[in-house]
């Protein structure tokens, strides 16, 4: 389920608190895979943060300023036949890094919208693999070419 919408509720000015300050730009039904079990989370990518909400009482249950996040990357899983759609946070904690897993049907557009927030990650995110390599010009000559590919945006 993907909740495009609002910040109802949330006041526009004068609060401290990111969270209620924040605009929120789109919000994902997730599920979360932790040690304890798994649980349902709304996961909203927001202008300044990530937020994760229990779907019950819409209270925050985590949020990470883009400065402390640091990648949103798809899961790697073993079996090909099953489809996949882990993907996995990595966030600094205090000195030292964490990460949590989730799963969503829309996994892509989930780490799609995050990437677009990329350039605030608190580490720096390579802007793409590079190759040297040459063309055939029209000339029939050899040139040298850079390709590179990577995200825009």
């Known amino acids: 389920m993907v909740l495009y919408g609002s910040n109802e509720g949330i006041p526009s000015s004068g609060s401290s608190s990111p969270t209620e300050c924040a605009e929120e730009m789109c919000s994902y039904m997730v599920t979360k895979h932790s040690w304890k079990g798994k649980y ?3 996961f909203s990518i927001g202008s300044m943060s990530i937020t994760t909400y229990n779907p019950g009482s819409m209270e925050p249950t985590n949020q990470w300023m883009y400065s402390d996040f640091i990648s ?3 899961a790697a899983k073993g079996q090909a036949s099953l489809p996949n759609n882990e993907f996995i946070i990595t966030f600094k904690k205090g000195k030292k890094t964490d990460s949590m897993r989730f799963s969503s049907e829309h996994r892509a557009s989930i780490i ?6 990329r350039h605030e990650f608190g ?3 390579a802007e793409g693999q590079q190759w040297f390599s040459y063309k055939l010009h029209w000339s029939e000559q050899r040139k040298s070419v850079l390709l590179v590919a990577g995200p825009t945006g």
């Not at 799609?112 to 927030?117: C, D, K, L, S, W």
């Open 112 to 117: 799609t919208e995050a990437m677009r927030f």
């Open 72 to 74: 949103i990357l798809p």
């Open 123 to 125: 580490e720096r995110q």
């Open 40 to 42: 349902k989370r709304v």
